[in-house]
């Protein structure tokens, strides 16, 4: 039996969960126990599933985090886009009169 860690319910970002996933799909694979059934640690539970199961539910955990974190670039790279646009507008009204800068 392998015992595998995976806190993909957490409150951690998205990479958190992302590399958690990826860390218990290496431990799988290094795995000896072909056989035996894994338990996934999801959360506070331990889920007992076969291991062909334990790999595809990884990989669906992975692809949906890389996911969730590409969707989280895109919309960082459109709200720096805005804030840049809206800077660039003020000191044109302002000028030197403001300071935008952190």
Request: glycine fraction near 4%; charged fraction near 40%.
């Amino acid at each position: 039996m392998c015992v595998k860690m995976v806190d993909f319910f957490s409150l951690f970002s998205p990479q958190k969960r992302l590399e958690d996933a990826e860390e218990a799909e290496s431990e799988l694979v290094l795995a000896d126990d072909e056989d035996d059934p894994c338990e996934l640690v999801l959360g506070e539970c331990f889920v007992e599933m076969e291991r062909s199961k334990a790999e595809e539910t990884l990989n669906e955990m992975i692809s949906r985090e890389k996911d969730a974190i590409g969707k989280h670039k895109e919309e960082l790279n459109t709200i720096e886009s805005a804030t840049k646009d809206l800077k660039a507008k003020l000191y044109g009204k302002f000028g030197t009169s403001i300071n935008l800068e952190e």
